[in-house]
């Protein structure tokens, strides 16, 4: 009796298992077609094609009703598909509008409004400042950035690789103007390692003292009024002048925004043994002079040397997790005895994290020379 009991309870929980599994099989399968369409979004804005930009279209693209696919991205997204689509044009609108000189009737036309006051009443409404004002003085705002269900879909299944978080600045670090490389120095398989020198620059920023990586930052700092992500990457991606800036679209380093880590004494002991500081922000010339947000940090980063790790071009869903660990190998194999450098751990000198699948997955860290 008690072994027949046994069976039926574990059958039973058999079958909740693969019930679950299925369910976020699905979800998993819907995260996937939401980010698709959220992509074609951006690329048929960029190419003024509005035949592409529509409920209609949307959903026959994925095979599914328009009632159908609008619950799901409402489920998916939090907000309904039109109202995605209007703040994203305005986004784009804004940039034009703070960038160039172009009539705001112009911009207004090209991004699918019927006329300059259904325009400004849209603008205002999202940014509470007309265009026209906002012209004069172009103040940070918070943007509608581009949404990343997938990257909901691991926060949701405790994925824990750090991603995201965007090069004037590093323009493939190696040979750009901005940052001055030294010698190679030593390669790793797909990592390869080498030295440079990078300029003063201003660091915008938010800063957590006690996470631990990427998701985990975005949920303390989701506590705090108004340090939440989607309102923290929306006034970044409206700072201009970001050095990281390669008109991305995305909250990565392609768009100038990356993670970094500031040296710390009252920060979190890493793996290395270093106290750190975990921060969010972007990179910006040393003689910028625009507004700082209330809720963010301007911080001037002297002149200084740094070694990079660097992995090229990845797919993100599929191969996230694997170049990390190849970074990370790289980064506890380097032979420190050959280069003549240190990790520097002096209390204010930052590393850099830059997420860009299209070009590369970079850390750069703080060194100085070793005192022979």
């Not at 010339?285 to 070694?307: F, H, N």
């Not at 993100?316 to 190998?329: G, L, M, S, W």
């Amino acid at each position: 009796m008690v072994e027949m009991e046994r069976q039926n309870l574990t059958g039973i929980a058999k079958k909740k298992t693969a019930s679950l599994a299925a369910e976020n099989s699905g979800i998993h399968e819907w995260q996937r077609m939401i980010q698709a369409v959220i992509a074609r979004i951006d690329e048929s804005i960029k190419a003024k094609d509005d035949d592409a930009l529509s409920l209609s279209k949307a959903a026959e693209t994925l095979g599914y009703s328009e009632f159908h696919f609008s619950k799901k991205f409402r489920e998916i997204s939090g907000m309904a598909f039109r109202d995605y689509l209007r703040y994203r044009r305005l986004a784009f609108a804004l940039k034009e509008i703070r960038d160039t000189k172009r009539s705001i009737l112009d911009i207004a036309l090209e991004y699918g409004f019927s006329s300059h006051e259904a325009f400004t009443r849209a603008f205002k409404e999202a940014y509470s400042v007309s265009p026209k004002d906002y012209r004069k003085n172009p103040v940070p705002v918070v943007l509608r950035t581009l949404l990343r269900p997938f990257d909901c879909y691991l926060l949701s299944t405790g994925e824990k690789t750090m991603t995201k978080t965007h090069s004037q600045d590093l323009q493939d670090l190696q040979g750009s103007k901005e940052l001055q490389g030294l010698e190679n120095t030593q390669n790793s398989g797909d990592v390869k390692t080498y030295f440079v020198t990078i300029p003063a620059h201003k660091f915008l920023h938010v800063r957590n003292y006690e996470s631990i990586g990427y998701f985990d930052f975005w949920e303390k700092q989701s506590k705090i009024p108004g340090q939440d992500c989607q309102t923290i990457c929306g006034i970044l991606d409206s700072i201009k002048g970001k050095l990281d800036d390669e008109g991305g679209t995305e909250n990565d380093s392609g768009s100038g925004q990356l993670m970094a880590f500031l040296n710390a004494p009252e920060g979190r002991i890493c793996s290395w043994g270093i106290p750190l500081a975990e921060c969010y922000g972007v990179r910006l010339p040393a003689d910028w002079s625009g507004t700082v947000p209330e809720q963010m940090i301007l911080s001037d980063i002297a002149e200084g040397e740094y070694i990079v790790f660097e992995h090229g071009p990845f797919d993100f869903e599929t191969e996230n997790q694997a170049v990390e660990a190849k970074i990370e190998a790289a980064m506890k194999n380097f032979d420190w005895s050959k280069s003549g450098y240190e990790l520097d751990t002096t209390p204010g000198r930052i590393f850099y994290f830059y997420h860009d699948t299209k070009r590369f997955w970079k850390y750069v860290r703080p060194v100085r020379k070793v005192e022979r």
